[in-house]
């Protein structure tokens, strides 16, 4: 079963706009990750926030961490046209991932 | 991409008959993951290596099997293929030092028939 669930499942603005997609989890992590789907291509990692963590940014992303709620999202800021793609989160647990089922964003020139 | 391959990246094969992926690594890197993407459920773990020789079960486990007898190759063979294991396979790796952090091959499409 999945561990992460990613909300919404599908989400579409205008270029420049900021997206926010969320990730609620099951059971307790190590850490939480964010990967980047383009189509028809492997994953990319994006970014990674330990559990102790509140809060992480990298470039026009920013990542925010609640362990009491067992959820994350994820803000794309500005956002651009080749940040068309789907994004998964994933959490950590004994030595494997475990993935949501991934938002599709969709950006609007 | 990370030094990661994948082989074939597409194949057509007919219900009964077996089909081996290959994923080949330069990374040296210690553990080597096989998924499968299907619309509606995202990634799912089928078996992953920790090491040489060294394999486990993931989710989705049945009707496949694995073998790793080099760090760097990690075949996912489908016993007897069925048209429920049609889908698109991906390998990855991670060094698994300080985190689980995967880097992933681009993929192999497959369509059972």
């Known amino acids: 079963s999945q561990q992460g669930e990613e909300d919404p499942q599908a989400l579409s603005i205008q270029e420049g706009e900021n997206a926010t997609m969320n990730c609620s989890y099951k059971t307790s992590i190590n850490n939480l990750q964010w990967y980047r789907q383009n189509s028809g291509r492997g994953l990319v990692h994006l970014i990674l926030?330990?559990?102790?963590?509140r809060e992480k940014h990298s470039g026009r992303l920013r990542v925010t961490l609640d362990t009491s709620k067992k959820s994350s999202s994820l803000l794309i800021t500005a956002s651009r046209a080749a940040d068309t793609a789907s994004y998964f989160c994933a959490t950590d647990g004994n030595e494997k991932l475990t993935f949501g089922t991934g938002t599709r964003l969709t950006i609007i020139p | 991409d990370a030094g990661i391959t994948q082989s074939p990246r597409h194949k057509v094969t007919e219900t009964g008959t077996p089909v081996t992926l290959r994923c080949h690594q330069t990374?040296?890197?210690?553990?080597m993951y096989w998924y499968r993407q299907d619309p509606g459920h995202g990634l799912r773990l089928i078996h992953y290596s920790y090491g040489v020789k060294d394999t486990d079960k993931g989710e989705v486990s049945d009707g496949y099997s694995v073998s790793r007898s080099k760090t760097e190759d990690f075949l996912l063979t489908l016993e007897s293929a069925t048209s429920s294991q049609t889908s698109v396979y991906f390998c990855a790796i991670s060094d698994g030092r300080v985190s689980y952090e995967q880097y992933f091959g681009p993929g192999t499409r497959l369509t059972v028939t």
């Open positions: 990374e040296n890197h210690r553990y």
């Open positions: 926030i330990r559990s102790n963590e």
